[in-house]
C-alpha cells in the first residue's frame, strides 16, 4: 500500500477543487486532506470540513472566519484568516502536496512559497506563472520543488514528455509545442458581431464548466495566451516555439512535435479530473469519475489555425513574452480588470483587447526583482485600468 500523502487544497471550494477532491474522495488510502482554503463560501467548507475533517481551514474573506465557525458543529479544525495563513499553510511540514487552485493573483504569493519550501506543487493557477515565471522557476531549482501543471494543455504537454522530465528545462530533442483550443463560444462568430456579445454568452463556454472570469478568457483567447506565456516558462521554450492551433472538440489536450518528425499528443474526455489524477498520481494511473474516450463516436477531429488578429488577446500574450520583464504581469492585470468590467457591463466584449492593448503599451516595463514588486505593479496597473476604462466610458 502506498505512503497516505498529506495535501493541501487551496481554493477547495473552487472547480478546481471540486475535482481535486472528486478524485481524493476516490482514494481515501492514498491521500489525507492537511488544509483546505477559500475565500468566502463558508457553507460548502462546513461541508468540506465535515466530509474530510482537515487539520487546518484558511478563509480569505472578510468575516468568513466567523461565519465557517458558526455553522461548524461536530468537527472543529484550526481556522486561519487571511491571505498570509495561505503562505503559512503551505509550508506547513506536514504538507507534501499543494493543489494551487486559487483563481487570479490572489494565488501568487501561495505558490512561490510553497516552491520555496521545496513541496510538490500541483498547480492550476496559471496566473503565478504568467506574472512571476521567473521567481517561481527559479526558486523550484534552488529549493527542489516539483511543478506538475495541472492546466489540461501543460499536462498533456508533461504527460508527452515522458517520466523523468522536470518543468523549466528546455525539453530533449523537441522541436516545438502546440497548444490546442476548444475556440471558445465566438471562434466562428464575425468579428463585427463582438461588440453584441453580452456578459451571459461569454460565459457559456461549450466544452467546460469554469468560473465566469477564466469563461470570459477562453471567449477571447485571452486564456490561451496566459497559457502560451506558461508554457514558455514551464518548458522553457520561446513563443515562436508554441503553436497555437483551435480544436473545438477539445479531445485532444495538445501535443509536442519531436525534431524527427514523431507527434505525440494526449487524448482524453474534456473533465479537469483527468489532468489532476494524473498529478496527484505521481506517475501513477488513478481512477476517477471522468468518462472514458469513446474514438467511435468522435470521428472527426478538426483543427484550425488561431486567429490572432481577430483575438487580439492572443498576439498580446505573445507581445508580452517578447517584451520580457513585467510585460506579462501587467497583461495579466490589466486582464483581470477589463474582465470584471465587461461582466459588469461596464465595457463591450470587443473592448477588453482594446483596453488590455491600450494600457501594455502605455506601461514602463522593468525586470522582475521581488514579488512585492510584482504585488505593488500588480495594484498600480489594476488602479490604472480602472481610470482608463472610467476614462473611455464617461
Known sequence: MSTIKQV?????????????????????????????????????????????????????????????????????????????????????????????????????????????????????????????????????RDHGARIIPLDSEHNAIYQCLGPDYQPGNRPKDVKNITLTAS??????TPVGQFAQITPAQAVAHPKWDMGAKISVDSATLM??????IEAHWLFAVSSADINVVVHPQSIIHSMVNFIDGSVLAQM???????????????????????????????QNLGFYQADSEKFRCLQLARDAIEAGGTAPAILNAANEVTVDAFLQGRIRFDQIATFNDRILSQSDITPVETLAQLESLDRHIRLQAADVIKAATI
Open 8 to 140: 493541501c487544497v487551496l481554493g477547495a471550494t473552487g472547480s478546481i477543487g471540486d475535482s481535486t477532491l472528486a478524485v481524493i474522495r476516490r482514494h481515501p488510502e492514498r491521500f489525507n486532506i492537511q488544509t483546505l482554503s477559500a475565500h468566502n463560501n463558508a457553507p460548502k467548507m462546513a461541508a468540506l470540513v465535515a466530509e474530510f475533517r482537515p487539520e487546518h481551514v484558511v478563509m480569505t474573506g472578510v468575516d468568513a472566519c466567523q461565519e465557517l465557525t458558526s455553522l461548524l458543529s461536530d468537527y472543529k479544525p484550526h481556522i486561519h484568516a487571511g491571505a498570509d495563513a495561505l503562505v503559512a499553510a503551505v509550508k506547513e511540514p506536514e504538507v507534501e502536496l499543494v493543489v494551487a487552485g486559487i483563481v487570479g493573483n490572489a494565488g501568487m504569493a501561495s505558490v512561490l512559497a510553497a516552491v520555496q519550501a521545496g513541496k510538490t506543487l500541483l498547480l492550476a493557477n496559471k496566473e503565478a506563472i504568467v506574472a512571476a515565471g521567473d521567481l517561481v522557476m527559479s526558486a523550484a
Open 183 to 188: 475556440g471558445g463560444p465566438f471562434w466562428e
Open 223 to 228: 486564456n490561451k495566451g496566459l497559457e502560451v
Open 268 to 298: 482524453g474526455c474534456p473533465d479537469m479530473q483527468i489532468p489532476i489524477a494524473h498529478g496527484l498520481g505521481l506517475g501513477d494511473r488513478l481512477t476517477n469519475d471522468a468518462d472514458f474516450l469513446d474514438l467511435i463516436q468522435h
